[in-house]
């Protein structure tokens, strides 16, 4: 039982360049989401996903985007890197809703030249 | 609109005092309260959730809906409990679903 995974770990990109942060859990849980976290902001939700093919923004999806084709993997596209794109990503899921709480992955360290 | 406020950034203590991190929020409705903890550099980590009224590691928090705030105390702190924390609110469906929000955490130093 892994939990949530985070691939890769860490990441330079040049502006301009497109990626794919990967996610996968193995707990067959429902919610999965993806946040960015910056010094003095805390965690903000970029996108989020209810269960496999429902996909819906948070507070700061520009610049990303998602699919969830499968009830495990919850990949982060980026469409043209950004020096404000550098931040460390999480990514995180939860049985439903209720009481249960988010899993989080180990983070992506992006950054962005 | 939901809200979670932590007003303190920064929150130093010696160890063995007691700690108590400020957390409120606001929500219109029944909100689902966590506190997650980020030791250095490491994945954040559920310490506790309103609903079960546990102690992990000596840390509690009660809900007070009167006041919408949610706070979390530990009456001895103890190098160790140095990390970052979280505060958490999950709505209970809407637009709310699948959402969960946080405050902007609270940084504990505890002082040997």
């Known amino acids: 039982n892994a939990g949530v995974t985070q691939t890769p770990k860490f990441q330079v990109l040049k502006t301009g360049q497109s990626m794919t942060l990967q996610c996968a859990q193995d707990?067959?849980?429902?919610?999965m989401s993806w946040y960015r976290q910056d010094p003095g902001m805390g965690l903000r939700l970029i996108h989020y996903?209810?269960?496999?093919?429902?996909?819906d923004q948070g507070e700061v999806p520009n610049g990303y985007n998602v699919s969830r084709s499968t009830t495990e993997d919850f990949p982060l596209r980026l469409l043209s890197a950004a020096p404000s794109q550098t931040s460390v990503y999480f990514c995180?899921?939860?049985?439903?809703?209720?009481?249960?709480?988010?899993?989080f992955g180990s983070g992506t360290r992006l950054t962005v030249v | 609109a939901q809200r979670v406020t932590q007003p303190e950034k920064l929150l130093s203590v010696f160890k063995g005092a007691p700690v108590e991190l400020k957390c409120n929020y606001s929500?219109?409705?029944?909100?689902?309260l966590f506190w997650y903890v980020q030791y250095s550099r490491q994945r954040l980590q559920l310490l506790l959730r309103?609903?079960s009224r546990e102690s992990i590691k000596g840390f509690t928090a009660d809900l007070n809906k009167g006041e919408t705030s949610f706070h979390l105390k530990k009456p001895f702190a103890q190098e160790e409990d140095s990390a970052m924390y979280y505060c958490?609110?999950?709505?209970?469906?809407?637009?709310?679903?699948?959402?969960?929000?946080f405050g902007r955490g609270t940084q504990l130093t505890v002082w040997p």
């Open positions: 995180a899921s939860s049985h439903g809703e209720g009481d249960y709480g988010y899993t």
């Open positions: 707990m067959n849980h429902e919610y």
């Open positions: 996903s209810v269960g496999a093919g429902i996909t």
């Open positions: 929500y219109s409705g029944s909100p689902e």
């Open positions: 309103h609903i």
């Open positions: 958490a609110l999950s709505g209970r469906g809407g637009s709310t679903l699948g959402r969960l929000y």
